[in-house]
Antibody, heavy 120, light 106 residues
Framework: QVQLVQSGAEVKRPGASVKVSCTASGYNFGNFRIAWVRQAPGQGLEWMGWISGYNGETKSAQSLQDRVTMTTDTSTGTTYMELRSLRSDDTAIYYC?????????????WGQGTLVTVSS | SYDLTQSLAVSVALGQTATITCGGNNIGNENVHWYQQKPGQAPVLVIFRDTNRPSGIPARFSGSNSGNTATLTISGAQAGDEADYYCQVSGTTAWVFGGGTKLTVL
């Protein structure tokens, strides 16, 4: 069965970086994109970006493109999202999700979420 | 950037029909997806590409998309349908979520 398993919760200081992992299993990793979505406390969903499992192509939200980097390790089916220069408003649950047909059919499987807390 | 507008909250009587809308400029030309999110849980895809239900999603969930409005309809709403609902568009340059609608089943 398809599973996306994310790394554990993180606590970071303002100005630091965080790297969250998402390990996929149960499907051909190269056939799908992995998207990153975050949700601040009590707020809605915010798309951060996606990375292709096939060729590593990435696209990120304009508001984050200077601070976010997404990478993949195809040998393990793991995707990484690194966010730099953390601020208090980066405190959120970060989700990875599988994008079907380059996203044209939505995101059908989601990770369990990783809570990132930014606090001095 | 492409903006999607959702009502903050919708309420529906148990067993009645709930309608949740998502507004966007010519959204009828886009593929619209809908997600259900219950407290403390990851989102779940309930409608993809405007009108399609993933396996396991009850038939009471349906979608439509035309002009400047996409719609999620829940026919015969149940208590378990109480959740936040988000529309989403996967464009060629960016993917966007609406602000979300809180559905209350009375």
């Amino acid at each position: 069965q398809v599973q996306l398993v994310q790394s554990g919760a993180e606590v970071k200081r303002p100005g630091a970086s965080v790297k969250v992992s998402c390990t996929a299993s149960g499907y051909n990793f190269g056939n799908f994109r992995i998207a990153w979505v975050r949700q601040a406390p009590g707020q809605g969903l915010e798309w951060m970006g996606w990375i292709s499992g096939y060729n590593g192509e990435t696209k990120s939200a304009q508001s984050l493109q200077d601070r976010v980097t997404m990478t993949t390790d195809t040998s393990t089916g793991t995707t990484y999202m690194e966010l730099r220069s953390l601020r208090s408003d980066d405190t959120a649950i970060y989700y990875c999700a599988r994008g079907v047909d380059s996203g044209r059919l939505g995101m059908d499987y989601w990770g369990q979420g990783t809570l990132v807390t930014v606090s001095s | 950037s492409y903006d999607l507008t959702q009502s903050l909250a919708v309420s529906v009587a148990l067993g009645q029909t709930a309608t949740i809308t998502c507004g966007g400029n010519n959204i009828g030309n886009e593929n619209v997806h809908w997600y259900q999110q219950k407290p403390g849980q990851a989102p779940v895809l309930v409608i993809f590409r405007d009108t399609n239900r993933p396996s396991g999603i009850p038939a009471r969930f349906s979608g439509s998309n035309s002009g400047n409005t996409a719609t999620l309809t829940i026919s015969g709403a149940q208590a378990g349908d109480e959740a936040d609902y988000y529309c989403q568009v996967s464009g060629t340059t960016a993917w966007v979520f609406g602000g979300g609608t809180k559905l209350t089943v009375l």
